[in-house]
């Protein structure tokens, strides 16, 4: 294939029986699950599990490997102490690559990629994805207090994913809710085929780099606004619409400039996203537990996307994932700028699955390119270029 396609759009990168998506019906299914059966039923611990191993897990399966997440959640005092350094100001999800890519200093095991003989006895692919995906949230909890000038809160082997996570973001007990919510949304951000982070992903393991290289490959790919940031920029929308009144006339001006709206389409969708859909329901219960009282973020937003439907849903744009995932970390009392490193905590899971499925028929990536530059040329002597006027 010699055809250029800006953005790779529709070009299979890689073979993969990870997730599958169904645009025009909106399906989203992890290793054949459908995304809204594993909201309902399922955990964040046993959908990580899904991703890696390929099936549900037996209940004593589950257990072993929930239990080695919850033993490793514990990182060396260095990385912490590498961390107060770090400008209180800057944004998570520099702190969150920095932090993810030292590990490589303090956890050896790079050979492991490339002698089979250094890892005899040893699953090393399994024990790296317990060790990254125990402590991507601790990181992003500890930077919650060590930025404000505080010691982090220890974590806790008594409580599941979710419940920890909480608990060392607030240093308080966690609320059941709360943390069934956040559980809920790790399990709709944990995997979504060959988005641009995946992609990384795949690039990077494919040159056998360590997985904390490859992570952090990942973690700044999502960290643009096209990608993982596009959350906290729609707050920033919906702050600017102001009323749920201006949300129309807002629009119509937006579209008239060719200005992008935040949350809104998906490259693989052509109907809603179906985890916006599972989320517009988690803000709802949200709301109803506070005794039906509607935000004005969320009355801002569900008018503009009733505007949207009429003027862009022909189209085949409708709300993303990103369009009601800030509004809820938000009444959660998130910060706006730990919106991403919660979506990169989750992703992981995903990201891991597809390291673990590169290794295993790995080569590494070279696309070609459609070349637009000058011809082949003889090289001039500087006393014959001129001085760079025209002739």
């Avoid at 709206?261 to 996203?273: C, L, P, T």
């Avoid at 989320?279 to 506070?290: A, D, S, Y």
């Avoid at 809820?328 to 597809?354: C, E, K, N």
Wanted: proline share 6%.
């Amino acid at each position: 294939m010699n055809e250029y396609l800006p953005g790779l759009e529709g070009v299979p990168a890689t073979r993969s029986n990870i997730s599958f998506i169904d645009g025009e019906q909106g399906l989203l299914a992890y290793r054949g699950y459908s995304i809204e059966d594993l909201a309902e039923n399922s955990t964040f611990e046993e959908t990580a599990l899904l991703l890696l191993d390929g099936d549900l897990p037996t209940a004593e399966e589950l257990a072993v490997f929930d239990d080695q997440l919850r033993r490793n959640r514990r990182v060396k005092f260095n990385i912490r102490e590498m961390m107060k350094h770090l400008p209180p100001s800057g944004h998570p999800m520099d702190m969150l690559q920095s932090a993810v890519a030292s590990l490589g200093m303090f956890y050896a095991g790079r050979e492991c990629l490339t002698d089979a003989d250094a890892c005899e006895g040893l699953d090393y692919v399994h024990e790296m994805t317990v060790k990254i995906l125990a402590r991507m949230p601790v990181f992003v909890t500890m930077w919650e207090h060590i930025r404000k000038g505080y010691d982090p809160v220890p974590p806790r082997t008594d409580l599941g994913f979710a419940e920890n996570f909480l608990h060392m973001f607030t240093g308080a007990e966690p609320d059941p809710f709360l943390a069934r919510i956040l559980d809920v949304c790790l399990i709709l951000h944990a995997e979504h085929t060959i988005n641009a982070s995946t992609f990384a992903t795949l690039v990077t393991s494919s040159t056998l780099a360590s997985p904390y290289a490859v992570m952090s490959a990942s973690i700044g790919t999502l960290a643009g606004p096209l990608h993982g940031g596009a959350n906290e920029r729609v707050l920033d929308m919906l702050d600017e619409i102001g009323d749920p009144s201006r949300a129309r006339t807002w629009l119509d001006r937006k579209l008239e400039r060719k200005e992008k709206i935040w949350g809104m389409g998906h490259r693989e969708y052509k109907v809603k996203d179906p985890r916006a859909n599972i989320l517009q329901r988690l803000v709802m219960e949200f709301m109803e537990r506070r005794q039906g009282h509607v935000s004005r973020r969320m009355e801002i937003a569900l008018a503009l996307e009733e505007a949207a439907a009429e003027r862009l849903g022909p189209k085949g744009v409708y709300p993303n994932v990103d369009y009601y995932s800030g509004i809820l970390y938000d009444m959660m009392d998130i910060p706006v700028d730990q919106f991403t490193p919660i979506f990169a905590v989750s992703r992981t899971a995903g990201w891991l699955a597809h390291w673990r499925e590169q290794l295993g028929d790995n080569r590494i990536f070279r696309p070609t390119q459609v070349y637009t530059g000058e011809p082949v040329r003889p090289y001039r002597p500087m006393a014959e270029r001129g001085d760079g006027q025209p002739e």
